[in-house]
Every structure is written in C-alpha cells, then in structure tokens.
C-alpha cells in the first residue's frame, strides 16, 4: 500500500498520463473531477464547486464524458447525474491530486488517512451502487425516492431509509447501512420497523434491508414470518 501510493506510483502518474492523450491542457478538468470525487454531481453543483460558469462546465464535462473520464445518467427528467467512470479516478483524485504534499512529505500520515477513508469513499458507496442496481434488476422501475430519512441504530450506527411508492401506490422503504460493520439484529429491526409504520402507519410497507454481515438468526425468522420483508446479504448482490 506505501508503494502504491508514492507520489511517483502507477497510480498517481497513471490518469494524468491519460488525460495527456485527451487534452491539451488537462489541468483545466481536474477541478470538475475532483467535485464529483466529493459527491458533487449535478451540473450547477459541479459549476459552482469548480468555480466555473455552467455553460463552461457543461461543455467541458462533455469533453470528460467523449473521452471516457465521466458518465451521465437521467433520471427521468432534463437533469443528468454526472459521475466519475470508475472508482479509480475517485481514488486518485482523493489521494493523488489533492494530497501531493503529504505523499511526499508525510507518506504515513498519507497511508492512516487513506485507510480511513477508503470505506466510506470507496467502499460504502460501491456497495450502495451494488444494492441500487440489484433493486433496479428486481423492479424493472424507476428508483427515483420520494424522501429519505436517516436513522440513528440502537449501537450508535446509521441507516437511511430510501422510501417511494410502487405504480400501486404501495410504499417500498430500501434500508442502506452507513457503516460497514453494521450487522442488524432484533434491536435494529425494531428500530427499522417502528420507522417505517411511522412513513405508512396504515399498510406494511415492503421493506427491503441490505447488509454486508450475516444476518441475526431472529431477523431471519421475521423475514420468514412476514412477507413483506426482505433482508439482502452481500452473496446475494455477487449473484
């Protein structure tokens, strides 16, 4: 890992090297880079971060988005999400470009920051990427939410529910873990219960819960106790 993020690693020199093949001057695009790094996805939000003006910025994500560097997605409007188009390019805005210094002159403190970030930078949010598409590949329907709530569990870690309504009007809650050693046992789900009946106090709403850990053996019986509920491990988003 000390090897890998050296300042003068494959890794911090491999996307300049790329974005020297694509622009004469690949400094000018950083910026809009390292905005969607940090969460920044919409045009006027990546503008303003960047300090560009939007028509300047749109033009210029275009270019990122012919040559490879960013994708756009609609979702189902006139406005696009702009992303980076892999994890790399987040990985390298986030300890390459703006942290050149401490490569080089405090490589370990470099390395404990890195390493404390990864999860929820990287890792945290590959996951919720794998929970989105595996609920889009179940429901053949737009995932668009309609609120999200965040929730405080009984050891201190968060969910957020992300609640919508199905074409039924049925409201569908799919509950995304903020910590990657949260594992949900019978304190948790009532928590994540009595959330939802306060979202739809009239109906069971379908509840879908996704976890990296194994679940505990009572919230495998009230999944199988009520059929309304669905709790999704990390071997099944692999499949």
Not at 9 to 18: C, D, G, T
Not at 85 to 101: D, E, G, I
Not at 121 to 128: E, K, M, N
Request: hydrophobic share 40%; with cysteine; glycine share 4%.
């Amino acid at each position: 890992m000390r090897q890998l993020l050296a300042y003068d690693s494959a890794f911090s020199a491999y996307l300049p090297e790329r974005m020297r093949l694509s622009f004469r001057t690949p400094e000018s695009y950083y910026p809009l880079l390292c905005s969607m790094a940090f969460g920044r996805h919409r045009l006027s939000e990546i503008a303003k971060d960047a300090g560009f003006a939007n028509n300047k910025c749109g033009k210029y994500l275009d270019a990122l988005i012919e040559a490879g560097f960013v994708t756009a997605k609609h979702d189902g409007g006139t406005y696009a999400k702009y992303d980076l188009a892999n994890t790399y390019y987040t990985a390298w805005c986030r300890y390459a470009y703006l942290r050149k210094t401490e490569q080089i002159i405090r490589p370990e403190e470099h390395l404990q920051f890195v390493l404390a970030d990864l999860d929820k930078a990287i890792a945290l949010r590959s996951f919720h990427e794998a929970c989105l598409r595996f609920l889009g590949d179940r429901e053949k329907t737009s995932l668009k939410a309609h609120r999200t709530i965040p929730v405080e569990m009984p050891d201190g870690s968060r969910v957020v529910l992300y609640c919508r309504e199905d074409p039924l009007s049925r409201t569908k809650v799919a509950v995304f873990p903020q910590s990657l050693s949260i594992r949900f046992t019978k304190k948790e789900l009532q928590k994540i219960l009595s959330v939802v009946k306060k979202v739809d106090p009239f109906v069971d709403a379908e509840v879908t819960i996704f976890g990296l850990e194994r679940f505990s053996d009572w919230c495998v019986h009230e999944s199988a106790r009520r059929g309304y509920l669905h709790e999704v491990t990390m071997d099944w988003l692999r499949d």
